[in-house]
């Protein structure tokens, strides 16, 4: 009676809202069936198979499967870019966070502003004339802090940055990138973005990314050359030399093995095991490589051994790739203990008259106290490698170059380290730390505090945290750019006439700021030590582990 009573445009509305609720219901449960059927995650045996030849992984991962089955990762997703992604919640004034930590992301917030103002879509901000420089015209800033972002929940920031990357990010443009600095800032910070946020076009992006760079490996040798184009696939030397860089050749195989896995391509993961192969069949002195090799004849140029430039992040890769396999492939554990074994025997000094713990330099085979910003990386990596059950002398060797490399930072006027110092080794000296006129610039390094980072999650000695902070404050003192942005200095001995450089670099906030806020977190699970990696951007990647 009811149903009669009621008038035809009543009747009318209320079948009309039954078929739209009706309707809803079969396409919700549609999407739930097909979803389910169209979920083809890699069984076990097709994770050996993949990774056999080249011996990445033995077992499949079955925490990242987990993780990333919404969008599987043995498959292309050209389309990714059009998928719809639920933007980030808004988490900003999480009152978990210390006051340090929000010292930091108004830090971050303060960089990312400039930039944004100034630089926008650019590589690097200039924070002094509020301009900006381009280097590749890959939007490398915006790029690099993309994970940095969304670790500290800065909601809008992130997605303005996402937006960018979906429709301006253009990775066919005619100009020639190197491989390396691409490897590690773009292609690890969309990689590290997709293991955060799951939002498929930061894999669709890195992909594509990906293939363009593969044909810097097309050499004799299979050692790629340093500059590709991206347009054309063509492949050069750099113009100084007709060498490639040690450390850029073998401190790109965590991204490539990553993308490798996502995909299920192993030709990533193939062309820098290639890379490696080679590496360890040639002969070195007590483990230790020099700064350049031939892509066309795979051979080392003989030269300085060091930790500083153009090696260094060969040593932390070693580790890396033993951890990034969830510790089964045991031959990078060998060579990287091999490795430390031979930097202790070789380039390990005490200096005078306070016993600093410095990495030097061998040059025409002779000894140099020289030490770059650069090998202060290393006391995280010791640390790291303690954490993961290496030798407890490899945390006491790690504790030991902290405590130097803040003395970089303490003992100058600024309160900044320089970019590099030298070590007095003679007994009856005054001073432990020389600093010379070419050397004393800082250009916004993030090593240091990353190592502050290893070594306070491994031990828990806030200390760590208060060197921390010490730096931190200088930064905000002394580079800090009113108009937005952070600028590299001159010289760290002068306080009362600071001269800019007048330069952002795109790791200030892809790893300087990032490291810090993590330094400051006593969140335990907070990106714990036994289920992530950093590469040598700060990108974050899983441990893929069985």
């Known amino acids: 009676r009811g149903w009669n009573s009621l008038t035809r445009f009543q009747k009318n509305i209320i079948l009309m809202v039954s078929l739209f609720v009706l309707l809803a219901f079969i396409i919700f449960f549609l999407s739930v069936v097909f979803g389910e059927s169209n979920d083809i995650s890699p069984n076990s045996q097709d994770i050996q198979d993949l990774f056999l030849n080249s011996r990445i992984f033995s077992q499949e991962s079955e925490h990242l499967v987990s993780q990333t089955s919404a969008f599987h990762p043995g498959i292309t997703t050209p389309f990714a870019s059009q998928i719809s992604f639920t933007p980030m919640s808004n988490k900003i004034g999480d009152p978990s966070l210390s006051d340090r930590q929000k010292a930091v992301v108004a830090a971050m917030k303060h960089a990312w502003n400039g930039y944004v103002e100034y630089a926008w879509g ?25 994970d940095t972002l969304y670790i500290m929940n800065l909601t809008s920031e992130f997605n303005q940055a996402r937006k960018w990357v979906q429709y301006d990010l253009d990775l066919d443009r005619n100009v020639f990138v190197n491989l390396f600095e691409t490897t590690i800032r773009v292609l690890g910070g969309l990689l590290s973005s997709y293991y955060l946020s799951k939002d498929p076009l ?17 050499t004799p040798s299979g050692v790629p050359r340093s500059d590709v184009n991206l347009h054309t696939g063509e492949s050069k030397d750099p113009k100084w030399d007709k060498h490639s860089t040690v450390s850029e050749v073998t401190s790109i195989q965590l991204e490539f093995k990553y993308l490798s896995y996502l995909t299920g391509n192993k030709v990533y993961s193939d062309v820098v095991e290639r890379v490696m ?20 004849t795979g051979n080392f140029k003989p030269g300085i051994l060091t930790m500083g430039s153009r090696a260094d992040s060969y040593y932390e890769y070693l580790l890396k790739q033993w951890l990034l396999t969830g510790k089964t492939d045991n031959r990078y554990r060998e060579w990287y203990l091999q490795a430390v074994e031979g930097i202790s025997k070789q380039l390990l000094r005490y200096s005078e008259p306070n016993k600093l713990a410095m990495i ?21 990596t010791l640390a790291l490698g303690y954490f993961h059950g290496l030798s407890k002398e490899h945390l006491a060797l790690g504790k030991e170059l902290a405590y130097t490399c803040y003395q970089m930072y303490a003992r100058t006027s600024t309160k900044l380290s320089p970019e590099i110092v030298y070590f007095n080794l003679n007994v009856g000296g005054k001073e432990d730390i020389i600093i010379r006129d070419l050397d004393a610039h800082n250009l916004l390094r993030p090593e240091t505090v990353e190592s502050l980072y290893y070594l306070y999650k491994v031990t828990g000695d806030p200390k760590y945290q208060e060197w921390g902070w010490e730096i931190f404050n200088a930064f905000e003192k002394i580079t800090r750019i009113a108009t937005g942005g952070y600028s590299s ?58």
């Not at 030097?360 to 995280?380: I, R, T, W």
Request: hydrophobic share 40%; proline share 6%.
């Open 360 to 380: 030097g330099e061998h040059v025409n085979n002779q000894f140099s106290p020289k030490m770059d910003h650069l090998v202060c990386f290393y006391a995280g």
């Open 277 to 296: 192969t080679q590496i360890q069949s040639l002969p070195k002195q007590d483990f230790l490589v020099p700064q350049f090799i031939s892509a066309d």
């Open 202 to 218: 930061f894999l669709d992006k890195a992909q594509i990314l990906g293939d363009k760079l593969l044909p810097s490996f097309n």
């Open 122 to 146: 650019k590589d690097m901000l200039k924070p002094i004339s509020r301009s900006n420089h381009e280097w590749m015209g890959l939007g490398l800033t915006l790029v690099d802090a993309l």
């Open 489 to 546: 200095i001159n010289d760290v001995r002068s306080p009362s006439s600071i001269q800019y450089r007048d330069i952002m670099e795109s790791y200030f906030l892809g790893e300087t700021l990032k490291y810090l806020f993590l330094l400051f977190s006593d969140d335990l699970s907070l990106y714990p030590l036994k289920s992530v990696v950093f590469n040598t951007e700060a990108h974050i990647f899983p441990i893929l582990y069985e």
